[in-house]
Every structure is written in structure tokens, then in C-alpha cells.
């Protein structure tokens, strides 16, 4: 990451744009933000309305999303320096997964000790483990993975309340402090999120089912169904093809970096999807509606039984 000088919002003091009700957990003094996003932005003024966080400053390439960023009042700061995250008691790294562990590596001369760093990643295996042997020892890393992301991306898709009720994956790496960890769960939870503590292995099986399956599956749903008549079906398509499409609007490559770094879960997924689209499309075929119907109340009993 280049250097650059910080910049700072003149005027009054930070705050959010809207107040929540009182919240208690962990204090932090100063706060870097890498990547100032959805998740890193919504994190920040909820944290700030609840009287979390002191000053913060936020890390990135792109200048017109810091400058909303400050304009919005998510950060106090803003630079495209590396050597900015240095004096800051928590460091997070809300950057696309794909640059996480090269990303640890260029912040980590400039990392005071005893600074806590956490992530926001959809992919945890084999990245935990390498995020945490790129920083010093003295700094702790608990990987978290709040559950709570969109298609919109940037600091202008910030918002509060955006944890409330969502779960939060915590994997800590081997090693981990029980002091950081519990701590990584605790900013979590003061912001409303549901937190579960799991490996690595386990939440990446998890979640290419729930979440990197169903992205590959809105691609492949909107190339065949817009692949012919696509004018036609965008003007005439009702809230259920734009439902289960809505995700594929989400950056490409992103998910492609999510995708191949989940790849063995990944594919194990996929495997069973079309396992289960082939059932269907030979009840079909056969003009089974009797064995149709079987396969879409399962699905449909399968729904009901989670929302239980």
C-alpha cells in the first residue's frame, strides 16, 4: 500500500449519523479500519454511537470512498498508508479476501504491540492460520466473520443496525489468546450479533452452503435466464426471479477469490446441488409430477424446519 498523509474531517467532532440505545463492550482508544465498506463503515458507527470507540482512522486505495467515509462520519481520518495503522489498539481488516494475508503482511512493521486485529472474510481455512504467522507476536489476530453483508458495497452502503440479530463467526487461529478471543466476541455481541465460535474447516463447510453455493448458483441463474429474451424477462421478471438473482449483482471478483479459496467445499456443494437439480429434472422429464411434488416438499418442509 502506498503512503500517503492522513487527512482528517475538519470541523466538530465525529459522530454518527443516527444514536442507538446504550450498549456496553470492549473500549478501544484508536481504531484502523482497512477497508472502509459496508462492513467496516456499519461496524464503525454503531460502535460510535454506543460510545466504543475514540478516534478512528480509516485505510484504503480509493480517495473518493475515504473522502465519503469522513464526509459520512464513519472515520475521523483517512490515509492510504500503511504506517497509519500504527497506535491503534484494534485493526480491522474489512478487505476482500483474496488480499488478506498480503494485506497483514505490509501492516504489520507498523502495528503497535498489544493491538488486537480481526477480519470480516467469508473464507477462513488455511487464511487464519497465515494472517496470524504474517503479524508479530505481540499483536493478537481472532479471525470473525459477521454474516451480514449484501450486494452493496462502499462506504455509502454504511448503515446502522446492521448486526442486529445477524450471527458472527469467531475463528480464532491455533494459539489464540482466550483474552483476545473473548474480546473479538464481545465487540461483536455489543452490536447486536449472535456470535458463535467454530474452526475454520467448520465454518467454511457451512459456509459454501449457505452462502458461496446459493452466489454461484444467482450467476448461473441470471446468465440462463437473461441468455435469451434478457430484455424481455428484465421487463416482465416479477420479485421472485429478482429474489433469488438479487446477489448475482455482487463484485466478481470478489466471489471469485471466495470461490477458489473455498474450492474443496465449494465443490463439494455444488456436488450435491446438482445431485438434487438432476432428481428434479428427471421427475420432469419422466412427467412425474407425484415424484416432483415429493422432492419440492422436502425442500419446503427443510425451510420450515430452520425457521422453527
Known sequence: MARSPISSRPGRPARPLCHGGTVTGPRFERVAIVGVGLIGGSLALDCRAAGLWGSVVGIGRTRANLDLALSRHLIDEASQAAAAVAGADLCLLATPVGSLVAMAAALAPYLSPGCLVTD??????????????????????????????????????????????????????????????????DLWAAVGARVEVMDAERHDRILAAISHLPHVVAYALASAALEREGEACGRLAGSGFRDTTRIARSSPELWRDIALLNRDALLAALDRFELHLAAMRAAVCRNDGEGLAAQFAAARAAMEKIDE
Not at 135 to 146: A, I, Q
Not at 152 to 176: E, K, R, S
Open 120 to 185: 470480516v472474510g467469508s473464507v477462513k481455512g488455511g487464511i487464519v492460520e497465515k494472517v496470524a504467522a504474517a503479524l508479530p507476536r505481540e499483536v493478537d489476530f481472532v479471525g470473525s466473520h459477521p454474516i451480514a453483508g449484501s450486494e452493496q458495497h462502499g462506504a455509502v452502503a454504511a448503515h446502522n443496525g446492521l448486526f442486529a440479530g445477524a450471527p458472527c463467526i469467531v475463528c480464532p487461529p491455533a494459539g489464540a489468546r482466550g483474552a483476545a478471543v473473548a474480546r473479538v466476541c
